[in-house]
């Protein structure tokens, strides 16, 4: 199974998974032009996807949806809840006749040769989803936008090969910066993002020996940097109430402007 960030932050988003014979994008935050480069960077084109999933719609997670839709003619796979709301998106266009297919989370679905568990997560969208890919033995998690995390989203997460996980604000920097209140409370409550103290939190409670490849994503432009993210996240891991230290696995930084390596798991 391949695993890959075409790009990560909070100005866009879009993951790329797939197996030998089918592929498919996580989100389009992005341009058309940047996912069809972002693509063409692994050895691929959008005609080679079989569908899009979408976690919600807000916009760093769907703005290129529009274009891809009309010029790929694909499936969109999203909750009832989010193709609403996405069809209330104007700035998007007109969506072909019957692309989207309607989800549920805790119902399983299939796309080629690869399983689909979406898993509700809570953030101030409609009826938002992260995902649970696998396709034969080999599973991979994305986990972003994530207000809170408990023992359900950890139950969806247990036992994966690679993961994909919010680690969007560092709490000091959003508090002093020049956010307006409102927007600070929004991200900080249990509908906004993951801090990095507490994606290294959710952490702890997902490792295993064969967690091959941890990336963390979804990084805030002005309240976050990679650095800190990294060394946060691997600090709350190795002092953590856990067996591991945090050069027991491979973690990386997704980064907004640049695809990542391709992940084979």
Known sequence: MKFCSIASGSSGNCIFAGSA????????????????????????????????LITHEHSDHIKGLGVLARRLQIPIYATSGTIGAILGCQSLG??????????????????????????AISHDASEPVGYRISHEDCS???????????????????????????????VNMLQVGAYPYYL?????SDRGH???????????RLLHDGLKEIILG?????????????????????????????????????????VSDMILV
């Open 21 to 52: 014979s089918t592929s498919i994008l996580i989100d389009a935050g992005i341009s058309g032009k940047r996912v069809e480069n972002g693509l063409n960077t692994l050895g691929y084109t959008g005609k080679d996807l079989n569908g899009i």
């Open 94 to 119: 007109k969506f072909p006749e019957g692309i989207f297919k309607e989800i549920k989370s805790d119902e399983a679905f299939e796309i080629g040769d690869i399983q689909v568990d979406p898993f």
């Open 140 to 170: 991979v998690g994305i986990a972003t936008d994530l207000g809170k995390y408990d023992d359900y989203i950890v139950e969806h997460l247990q036992g994966l090969d690679a993961l994909l996980l919010e680690a969007n604000h560092d």
């Open 184 to 188: 600070k409370q929004r991200i900080l």
């Open 194 to 204: 993951l801090s990095n103290c507490l994606a290294g939190q959710l952490l702890c």
């Open 218 to 258: 979804h990084l805030s432009k002005e309240n976050n940097y990679e650095a800190l993210a990294f060394e946060t996240v691997c600090s709350e891991v190795t002092m953590g109430d856990n067996p591991y230290k945090s050069k027991d696995f491979h973690i990386a930084v997704a980064r907004r402007d640049e």
